[in-house]
């Protein structure tokens, strides 16, 4: 409701809607700089991430390279990006919910 019956003030509403914008494209920025990393086989093989998901680093322990058993190093390298990329995730939840929440709901293309 508007007090008074009046109008909203559409300049204040676009003032907000460019301020909320400005603040989202900030975010996305500090998401793509930002890295976190996931790992596997207790420390055996670590994968590095952005905050939003791309593969930087993948770090493996000689101790994981059984050339008998490629399969299990392939499952581990799988594990690290897949435990980077939930940290990601979560990154990007810490980061953008709030102003997914300040938009009336989720933003396009993210998870939440």
Do not use: W
Not at 66 to 78: K, M, R, S, Y
Request: proline share 6%.
């Amino acid at each position: 409701m508007i007090p008074g019956g009046g109008q909203p003030n559409m300049q204040q509403l676009l003032q907000q809607a460019q301020k909320m914008q400005q603040d989202l494209a900030a975010a996305q920025e500090e998401l793509a700089r930002t890295e976190v990393e996931g790992q596997s086989g207790g420390g055996l093989v670590k994968a590095t991430v952005t905050g939003a998901g791309e593969l930087r680093a993948l770090e493996i322990d000689p101790k994981a390279v059984d050339p008998e058993d490629t399969e299990t190093l392939a499952d581990l390298i799988v594990a690290a990006v897949h435990a980077a990329n939930d940290n990601a995730q979560a990154l990007q939840q810490q980061k953008l919910g709030p102003l997914a929440q300040g938009l009336g709901g989720s933003l396009p293309g993210l998870p939440f």
